[in-house]
């Protein structure tokens, strides 16, 4: 893995790169066709691609909101390229992955993009609904596949990105499913639902509202920003309207002050987090007994302490590898991420095209994909979620990852019934 530092940007260069582009009538955001070459060993390469390195991506959040994920996205990646280099690389070259800090910056996120994208063949790990949405027409002109480490809706469609696992929509069904058969709702009930304003929280709270007039349940919605922390006038709203359960899709300091400020104040209700929600980090502040208690994760990935034998040898790999670091469901979703994108770069490889359009060609051309660490994914269909299972967790301290596994993958009631009717 390479850290590398913006390039010098003067007029004198800007100049001669112009010049050059135009003796050569190449472009600086050449896609995989036009800027597509044959190699020594047949096989056709574009950007990112030398006859002896292959170039990945990674624009991830080291230093702001969701540091501690990307730190494990990081990590998990860099051991997939290790132990893929290992083994003889990728179509005979070594795996290089180049990654930019954007600390969650839509700004700085649209600039490390322009510098990076030009030189790798995709991104592994994109972190953030608002950077991926800045940047989803730039990816689709470049034809760069892309794995983003967001889950929204508003993302299927796109030729070049993958939404890998389930949405935050499909997740909430699968969650107001869980509150009905597991703690007594009844038609008419109240269900709130704390959600970052966003793709993020917009997404999933289409999806509680879906299933919560399917079961005859009202929402009560609170909006927040990414910077809300103190989640003490929410709860008051949510107690006032007389909420039996409780759902978020925020982030995990949000997740910790609306239950541990709810269990303070009396609203021991039920709580259903998404998958971002949570970090096992929590589980040592003074919110921990609650949380034990009250809350509930809906994931598209197993607990990182699953038995399933692909996920206890990726973490004993990586425990080997990174001493000391947390072992999260970042660490988890990394590596799978790595692992399918190895899949898809063997199956352009022996497809004799290495290039961008090659890759994506390679993966919407697989319907079984299954790396071990979670449910299957069919990649064939843009528009549709890659899965549509959905595991349910609970924090467990003791726990690798701070998670143990409740329910294991299944499709909630209705899942078909909700896409048909998102699509019209």
């Known amino acids: ?27 600086s955001k050449a896609d995989g066709g036009r800027d597509a070459r044959r ?19 990674a624009l991830t959040d080291l230093t702001g909101p969701y540091a501690t994920l990307g730190k494990s996205i990081v990590q998990a990646q860099k051991m997939w390229a290790d132990r893929t280099n290992e083994d ?12 930019k800090d954007h600390g969650y910056d839509v700004q700085r996120a649209v600039a490390a993009y322009a510098d990076l994208a030009p030189d790798v063949l995709a991104l592994p790990q994109v972190i953030g609904s608002p950077v991926v949405a800045a940047l989803l027409d730039d990816i689709q002109r470049d034809h760069l596949l892309t794995f ?43 269900v709130g639902h704390v959600y970052f304003e966003g793709d993020y929280g917009a997404n999933a709270l289409e999806g509680s509202r879906w299933a919560a007039g399917r079961a005859g349940l009202k929402v009560a919605a609170q909006k927040i920003k990414a910077t809300d922390t103190d989640l003490s006038a929410q709860v008051s709203a949510l107690r006032k309207a007389g909420v039996k359960a409780i759902l978020v899709s925020a982030g995990p300091a949000q997740t910790a002050s609306l239950v541990g400020v709810a269990a303070s104040r009396g609203l021991r209700v039920p709580v259903v987090s998404s998958a971002p929600g949570f970090a096992p980090q929590l589980m040592r502040t003074p919110a921990a007994p609650a949380l034990a208690a009250m809350l ?25 590898k990174f001493p000391g670091s947390p072992v999260d469901s970042g660490v988890l979703s990394g590596y799978n991420a790595a692992e399918l994108l190895g899949a898809d770069l063997k199956k352009a490889c022996a497809s004799g095209s290495l290039t961008r359009e090659g890759l994506v060609k390679a993966h919407r051309a ?12 069919d990649f064939s269909d843009a528009a549709r979620p890659a899965s549509l299972a959905t595991y349910v967790l609970r924090p467990d301290a003791k726990a690798v990852g701070g998670l143990v596994g409740v329910e294991d993958a299944h499709r909630a009631p209705g899942v078909e019934e909700y896409l048909k009717s998102r699509t019209g």
């Open 1 to 27: 893995m390479n850290l590398t530092r913006p390039r010098p940007r003067t007029t004198a260069l800007a100049l001669t790169a112009a010049l050059l582009l135009a003796a050569t009538g190449c472009s």
């Open 39 to 57: 190699g020594g060993d047949g096989v056709g390469t574009g950007p990112g691609v030398t006859a002896t390195t292959v170039r990945l991506g």
């Open 88 to 99: 003889g690389g990728v179509c005979g070259r070594r795996v290089e992955i180049v990654v």
């Open 148 to 190: 983003p480490q967001a889950w929204a809706a508003d993302l299927l469609g796109k030729g070049s990105v993958q939404v890998l696992g389930t949405t935050y929509d499909v997740d909430m069904l699968a969650a107001v499913d869980f509150l009905v058969r597991t703690a007594g709702l009844r038609a008419g009930d109240t």
């Open 296 to 320: 509930k994760v809906v994931s598209a990935a197993p607990a990182v302490s699953s038995d399933l034998p692909g996920v206890r040898k990726m973490v004993a790999a990586y425990r080997k």
């Open 366 to 377: 697989r319907h079984d994909a299954d790396t071990g660490l979670g449910t299957p994914q």
